[in-house]
């Protein structure tokens, strides 16, 4: 099972060059997502695995943590470091952290 972060783990580890996948639906990302993710629906992270480091931990964000651990999950099950981050999207914009509407990097 992967392991649970923080999104203050999260937020020093974008500062550190972390890459974050953003596993939300298309509207939820738009409508603002953690700085720098890059954006794979659930539904599509397992054709879209090419996409995604193998040398580096995959830092996974959802809305509320249940879908970001589910894809965690995955992941590690194929040979990722991946772990999830607790509270998701919704933790972060609370906590009054900056929320980008960029596309998807």
Not at 13 to 33: M, Q, T
Not at 48 to 69: F, H, N
Not at 75 to 91: C, I, N, P, R
């Amino acid at each position: 099972m992967a392991n649970e972060v923080s999104i203050n783990e999260l937020e020093q580890a974008i500062k550190d060059g972390a890459f974050v996948l953003d596993v939300r639906e298309g509207w939820e990302f738009e409508n603002g997502h953690v700085p720098t993710a890059h954006h794979i629906p659930l539904g599509e992270v397992p054709d879209q695995l090419a996409e995604l480091p193998k040398d580096a931990q995959v830092w996974v964000i959802c809305q509320a943590g249940g879908r970001s651990m589910t894809a965690a999950n995955y992941l590690e099950s194929q040979k990722f470091s991946a772990v999830s981050v607790a509270g998701g999207t919704g933790s972060w914009v609370e906590a009054g952290k900056h929320v980008s509407t960029e596309p998807s990097t």
